[in-house]
């Protein structure tokens, strides 16, 4: 896993502040309840920041957020490099 | 617009090369349409629902992507007399059994002709739709060319009466418990008429900025169907594509010099809390005359944090306005005055919790109540706030004293289709009683809570009922013994979602976070909607009615007293 990845799960843990509660890469976090829609905006912030990308609006779904591999995968996919 | 004949006279009465919809998707990809180019394709779309055979009266259900399409087949169903409605797009959360079922009620209580998709529509979530023999399912692809418009003009045009129904709006987006109100062509432009007047519409100066679903009646009334019969530009964002990016909001308004928007009340603090600080003063909102916190009740904080913020984008203070709307009331019952704004008053907190008595006091006075008022009555709108308790109805109460809020009106919803049990509750004598609590003082109405068991989260309406239901279908959970609560979240403005469930058996509290995950991922399979905690409590712990029902309101208190970090004050 990415120092960067590894950063992300660290912020949605800290995020989501609920003791006892795990996760990987791999882990769903929108399907399984762990983040709901209005916390999605947090995600993709520490994702331009993570990335140094911005990620523009309407190219992204929350399906596309549901897991940290997802995350950076979506950031690969449609980011634009910063102005 | 009362001289108009029905919706689709106000239409055709638009100069057809002004700009209506704008659909935004990012910088680079935005797509704007006239009215006469609007016109064209609903007429291309009224011809190939026609071509299926749909008529007038026909119910029409509507569940597509936001944007012009859906827009499109919506007016093209009320170009044919046909009653279309718009129901949420199924989100990839949902659970594709759950979804399908709770569609084939919907359609089922609309006895509904047809169900229009789009051609991306989740083949899973239609699967073995159970639709009934009546119902055909269409999908509408880009929607129509010219030539179906051309087969449309030489038909004949059906005649829509002012009384008849232009459609039906549902009361939530989830398909479970769904209340349709049935609004005719008569109440909908009686409607406008009253808004227009009370916001000073000016069709050559005025746009609106929406990113509001349109099955909700701000997206519908206010950002569509207000524009589309005042003749008057719309810019809009899918609400998915808003609440991912905030900030977006900040510059669609910039860029299109937008001057009216209506909001619910999160929004006001969500968008600045959720778009970096350092970018604010990048952006132009000095446009804007008027947005509009709607829908949920107007608090003074969030008011003032989108006006703090946003004044360094040039934000006019006098911006701020309220509303207090709902859709059987077509939509709106107050309007803040454009000029002065919503009254702000102070009140004593004790005299306000205990005895329901608004009793003013200065600003910032120990222990006050701040309120923001929703404005004054629209022409030709009636308002009671009357006692509730007896369960004929209370007395009428005066100036000051806090009741539910009942509503007359000549805009008033003909009821609930189809539900004639549910109208007899809600309608009684002519006066609509809404469910909220609120007070009139010197010629404003404040909207201080509801009465009814509905839950607003982010503006979305949920029914505590749906959620229970899903909890309760967890084996470890003691059936029927669960208790959904919306409790405000100060951070984020609009309630959060709570559950108190009641586990078979206190030894299965040991695996409390294993069965916390399960209710999480069953809540979101149903509706698609987040719970935010979960308490999970050993057998008898719920406070029981005397029909040995959970007893919401006294549960709810002792949530709050035992679980001191709940108690925001708000």
Redesign the interface.
């Known amino acids: 896993m990415t120092a960067e990845a590894q950063q992300m799960i660290d912020h949605i843990l800290q995020l989501i502040r609920k003791p006892?509660?795990t996760i990987d890469e791999n882990s769903p976090l929108?399907?399984?309840?762990?983040?709901?829609?209005?916390a999605?905006?947090?995600l993709?912030?520490k994702l331009e920041d993570l990335t140094h990308m911005r990620i523009?609006?309407?190219?992204?779904?929350?399906?596309d957020l549901d897991t940290v591999a997802k995350m950076f995968a979506t950031a690969a996919r449609v980011g634009k490099s910063r102005k | 617009m009362l001289r108009y004949r029905n919706l689709i006279g106000a239409l055709d009465a638009a100069p057809a090369g002004r700009r209506f919809l704008t659909s935004?998707?990012?910088?680079?990809?935005q797509q704007t349409l006239t009215f006469g180019e609007f016109r064209s394709r609903a007429r291309a779309q009224a011809a190939v629902l026609r071509s299926h055979g749909l008529t007038a009266g026909d119910r029409v259900v509507i569940i597509m992507p936001q944007g012009i399409p859906a827009m499109t087949v919506f007016v093209g169903a009320m170009m044919l007399g046909a009653v279309p409605t718009f129901l949420a797009y199924p989100?990839?959360?949902v659970e594709s059994a759950k979804y399908r079922s709770g569609l084939a009620g919907v359609t089922a209580n609309l006895s509904a002709s047809a169900v229009v998709i789009d051609d991306e529509f989740p083949d899973d979530m239609l699967g073995s739709v159970t639709l009934s023999n009546q119902t055909r399912l269409l999908r509408a692809g880009s929607g129509g060319d010219t030539r179906d418009e051309d087969a449309f003009k030489t038909e004949i045009h059906p005649v829509i009466r002012q009384d008849d129904l232009a459609f039906i709006q549902h009361s939530a987006g989830t398909t479970g418990l769904q209340k349709g109100v049935a609004l005719t062509h008569a109440a909908v432009l009686r409607q406008l008429e009253h808004l227009a007047y009370a916001l000073q519409i000016d069709p050559a100066a005025d746009r609106v900025y929406s990113w509001l679903p349109l099955y909700h009646d701000m997206g519908l009334i206010a950002c569509f169907i207000l524009p589309m019969v005042c003749h008057i530009p719309v810019v809009m964002?899918?609400p998915?594509?808003?609440?991912?990016?905030?900030e977006?909001m900040l510059q669609i308004i910039g860029e299109h010099k937008c001057t009216l928007a209506w909001m619910p009340n999160?929004a006001f603090q969500?968008t600045p809390r959720?778009s970096?600080q350092k970018r604010w003063s990048q952006y132009d909102l000095s446009s804007l005359r008027a947005v509009v916190n709607c829908s949920e009740p107007v608090r003074a904080s969030s008011m003032r944090e989108f006006q703090k913020a946003f004044a360094a984008a040039g934000l006019k203070d006098e911006a701020l306005h309220s509303s207090y709307a709902m859709a059987e009331n077509v939509f709106a019952v107050t309007q803040s005055d454009p000029v002065r704004g919503p009254a702000h008053i102070w009140a004593d907190g004790p005299q306000f919790r205990s005895a329901h008595r608004i009793v003013p006091v200065a600003e910032g006075t120990a222990g006050a109540v701040a309120f923001v008022s929703s404005g004054r009555l629209l022409p030709n709108l009636e308002v009671r706030i009357v006692s509730s308790g007896s369960a004929l109805g209370g007395s009428v109460l005066g100036d000051g004293s806090v009741g539910e809020i009942l509503v007359k009106s000549d805009c008033l919803f003909t009821g609930y289709y189809n539900r004639p049990d549910l109208t007899a509750q809600a309608l009684i004598d002519g006066w609509y009683h809404t469910g909220d609590l609120g007070f009139h003082l010197d010629g404003e109405l404040y909207v201080v809570g509801r009465k009814k068991d509905l839950l607003i989260v982010?503006g979305e309406n949920i029914y505590p009922q749906d959620v229970e239901e899903l909890v309760a279908s967890h084996s470890a959970v003691h059936d029927g013994r669960v208790v959904a609560l919306g409790v405000y979240n100060p951070d984020?403005g609009t309630d959060d979602i709570v559950v108190v469930a009641e586990l078979e058996s206190e030894e299965l509290l040991a695996n409390a976070?294993e069965i916390e995950?399960e209710i999480?991922?069953r809540?979101?399979?149903g509706m698609g909607?987040?719970?935010?905690t979960i308490f999970l409590k050993p057998p008898k712990w719920i406070v029981k009615s005397t029909a040995g029902k959970p007893a919401r309101s006294s549960t709810r208190e002792k949530l709050l007293r035992e679980h001191p970090e709940l108690n925001v004050d708000d």
């Open positions: 006892g509660v929108v399907s399984s309840g762990l983040i709901d829609s209005m999605l905006v947090d993709l912030l523009p609006a309407g190219k992204v779904q929350p399906k | 935004w998707i990012d910088e680079d990809e989100n990839f959360k964002q899918s998915l594509d808003w609440v991912m990016h905030p977006t999160f969500f959720r970096p982010g984020l976070v995950a999480r991922s809540v979101v399979a909607v987040a719970v935010r």
